[in-house]
């Protein structure tokens, strides 16, 4: 590969210096293009626009493979522990036995909310979208922890990190509390991440809550799933927002706004939503259709990811979770998983869904899991959220951490109106 890409325009020359990564595709930076031939780029959707240079996290979509720091999503799935796995996204390698301890240790003594927060929460109103309330509440944490919003002292940044990853399953779990009407529950200390988030919202105050293994170890492996995608939508958002000095706290509040869409976070609830619309899988061929036709807006939803062309690899790990949920719970004959079965074998060996490369995602499995284990479909942008934040607070902090950090400004290209005078509104017809 050359070091050097040559872009001709309008008699210039322009030289381009071509970069490499430790894996995966070259880029030309083309930071200078403007002042060296007066021209920007075009990439609506940033299809072939690298933002910035990460550590963090590599996908190769074509080949369906995740790895964060360079380990295999399937490894640390299969082998780790949610926590283990915020370590590595946040500190770049996996934690020795005792790092791990103090990490843990840091996390869940910081679990507990602002005793205000709770009043925070009357405020909306009991039939507000859980996403809403995060949104809101996740944004209100920096008035509650000033002490950690200061982004030029690496103490800040690292204490307000461990209290995003600490904190947002216990306002995950209010919003959820508070939209069914029961009493919030405090944190426990002695249970691990997934067990504490489980108990926050399925205990109530008059009986005894038992963990079952299972479903915590399927809710930490979903955890484990959704932890960091590199730059996705609301990781590029967070980022944006970030390049501009605003605090972490209000950072994550914006990924979680963009999460919800139905494009990107909200495709769990959209898929489950869909499944139950298909009800029976003699009706899939219908929706099939539908999804095919270009004048339907339909999309399958669960189908289709802007980076892989291959099957999520997620979405294996996700199949097996469900499986192992299901069957843990005696669900045998779940009307849903039977119509998601037969849809994603009909769309596996449709041409249409072939030729476009749309393989099931994350999000086609990950919802009919997060059912099993009792959440309702309003929930379910919610987990991926309390799952994302340290994704994005680990990629905040590389990006403050970046010497050639500066304040994110895309530029356009302009196809309105050119200059004309103002006329005053009696002579406009
Ligand atoms: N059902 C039917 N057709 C589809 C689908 C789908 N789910 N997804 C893409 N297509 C078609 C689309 O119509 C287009 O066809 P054509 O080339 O004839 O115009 C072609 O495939 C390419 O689609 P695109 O919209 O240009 O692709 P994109 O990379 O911009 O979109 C996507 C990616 C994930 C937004 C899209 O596949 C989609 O809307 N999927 C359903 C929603 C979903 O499951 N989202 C979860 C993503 S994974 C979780 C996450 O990372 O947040």
Known sequence: ???QAKLMLGGKTAELEVRSGSVGPDVMDISSLYKRTGAFTYDPGFSSTASCESKITYID??????????????????????????????????????????????????????EQMSRFYSG????????AVMVGSVGALSAFYHDSTDIADPHQRMVASIRMIAKTPTLGAMAYK???????????????????????????????????????????RIFILHADHEQNASTSTVRLAGSSGANPFACIAAGIACLWGPAHGGANEAALNMLGEIGHKDRIPEFIARAK??????????FGHRVYKNYDPRAKIMQQTCHEVLEELGIKDDPLLEVAMELEHIALNDDYFVEKKLY?????????????????????TVLFAVARTV???????????????RIGRPRQLYTGATHRDYVPIDQRG
């Open 1 to 3: 590969m050359t070091d």
């Open 61 to 114: 979509g074509d080949e369906g493979i995740l790895m964060h720091r360079g380990y295999p999503i399937e490894q640390l799935a299969e082998r780790g522990d949610f926590l283990e796995t915020c370590y590595l996204l946040l500190y770049g390698e996996l934690p020795t036995a005792r790092e791990k301890d103090d990490f843990v240790h840091r996390v869940t003594h910081h679990t507990m909310v602002h």
């Open 124 to 131: 909306f109103r009991r039939d507000a979208h859980p996403m």
């Open 178 to 220: 508070y939209h069914i009407g029961q009493p919030f529950v405090y944190p426990r200390n002695e249970l691990s991440y997934a067990e504490n988030f489980l108990h926050m919202c399925f205990a109530v105050p008059c009986e005894p809550y038992k963990i079952n293994p299972v479903l915590a170890r399927a809710m930490d």
């Open 293 to 302: 036709d270009k004048n339907d807006p339909f999309r399958l939803m669960g």
């Open 360 to 380: 099931p995602n994350v999000d086609f499995y990950s919802g009919i899991t997060l059912k099993a284990l009792g959440f309702p479909t309003t929930m379910f």
């Open 391 to 405: 994704g994005w607070i680990a990629q905040w902090k590389e990006m403050i951490e970046d010497p050639q950090q």
